[in-house]
Structures are given as structure tokens and as C-alpha cells.
């Protein structure tokens, strides 16, 4: 059982209503969708501080370049 003041319960209904789905389908998409901000969010923040070093970000750079060579590889998509 998860507890909820009354007016977060009236916009959770609200947007069950909207979306014409049971208030927990909502609840677990706006989990999901608070999840994947947050990874993303991460991630984000993972690729500012690698930026923010020159010889971490040539590296990266230099697998980037590595890894792009594979394309060529004859395999197609797997």
C-alpha cells in the first residue's frame, strides 16, 4: 500500500482518467519515465566530466574512431 496526500491522488486520477488507464499503469510509467530521465541524467553528466578532460576525451575520440572502422566489416547488421 503506498500512501499519497489527497491532492497528489487527485492528479494521479486526473491523469488515469486522461490516459484512460488504472492509476497504477500511470504509477508505473511515470516511474519508468523517472527512471530513464535519471539514467540518461547520468550519462549526461558521465560524458560532461569525460569532456572536461583532454586526455580522457582523446581517448574516447580515438575508440570512437576504432570502434567506426568495424562498420566496413562486411558483417551487416546482427
Do not use: C, H
Amino acid at each position: 500500500m503506498l500512501r499519497i496526500n489527497e491532492r497528489t491522488k487527485a492528479a494521479l486520477r486526473r491523469l488515469a482518467n486522461e490516459r484512460g488507464q488504472p492509476m497504477a499503469r500511470v504509477v508505473e510509467e511515470l516511474v519508468e519515465a523517472a527512471r530513464t530521465e535519471q539514467f540518461f541524467a547520468a550519462a549526461d553528466a558521465a560524458y560532461r566530466r569525460l569532456r572536461s578532460d583532454p586526455d580522457g576525451w582523446a581517448l574516447e575520440l580515438s575508440d570512437r574512431d576504432t570502434w567506426e572502422s568495424t562498420v566496413g566489416d562486411g558483417l551487416g547488421d546482427a
